[in-house]
């Protein structure tokens, strides 16, 4: 079953901060985090694992809550260079490798 | 250069008609996967490959078969496509286990009439 990500999508002015959520119904090892922009291959970002832990990327964060199979990734006086679809993919507990991706979260940043 | 690279970028077919994307990548790494891409849906996995001759149903496998007879190479069959699978594409490559990033090729958009 896909992780569930909210919002679908979000319009930001350049310089204002987005917070993207992921969440799943099954237990969580990690959570992937990926950029794509229009016509192209999404690129990888970060990887949170169980733990609790947060990463930071530039400007990009994310944080991870096992206990709630939830991530969330923050981004922070938006740049244009931000804009594309994000999509978080999730490793269950127990199965090795298999990355399940989200619907994406489509994130415009305009002057 | 690492990468993944998908053949062809563009493709328009018959209902029906047998079809191959290949699929490639220079970086030795054990797990392969391909994934579909739609509006709203996101990116769905429809098989994967934990290493050479090993391969497993993802979640949508129905109308695809894959092989994995080389370790570099993980082609996407469709027997006899239909309009549904109309859809863009994508492989993915990356070392075993559950830390590792994946890497995409550029994608194959695959139009069925």
């Known amino acids: 079953q896909q992780p569930v990500q909210s919002p679908q999508a979000v319009i930001l002015r350049e310089g204002e901060d987005a917070v993207i959520n992921c969440s799943s119904s099954?237990?969580?090892?990690?959570v992937h985090w990926y950029r794509q922009k229009h016509g192209e291959a999404p690129v990888f970002l970060m990887i949170l694992l169980k733990g609790g832990e947060q990463k930071g990327h530039d400007k990009i964060s994310a944080s991870f809550n096992e206990k709630k199979q939830q991530s969330s990734l923050y981004l922070t006086a938006s740049q244009l260079s931000y804009s594309g679809t994000y999509f978080c993919g999730t490793q269950p507990t127990g199965t090795a490798s298999k990355l399940t991706f989200g619907t994406g979260t489509r994130l415009q940043v305009t002057l | 250069e690492a990468q993944v690279t998908q053949n062809p970028r563009y493709l328009i077919t018959v209902t029906g008609k047998k079809l191959t994307v290949t699929c490639s990548q220079n970086?030795?790494?054990?797990?392969m996967s391909w994934y579909r891409q739609d509006p709203g849906l996101g990116l769905r996995q429809i098989y994967y490959?934990?290493?050479?001759?090993?391969?497993d149903k993802g979640d949508v496998p129905e109308g695809y078969k894959v092989s994995r007879k080389e370790k570099r190479n993980f082609p996407l069959i469709l027997e006899s496509p239909s309009p549904n699978q109309t859809s863009l594409y994508f492989c993915?490559?990356?070392?075993?286990?559950?830390?590792?990033?994946?890497?995409f090729g550029q994608g194959t958009r695959l139009t069925v009439v």
């Open positions: 970086m030795n790494h054990e797990y």
């Open positions: 099954k237990a969580l090892y990690s």
């Open positions: 490959s934990m290493n050479v001759e090993v391969t």
């Open positions: 993915a490559s990356s070392l075993p286990g559950k830390v590792t990033e994946a890497f």
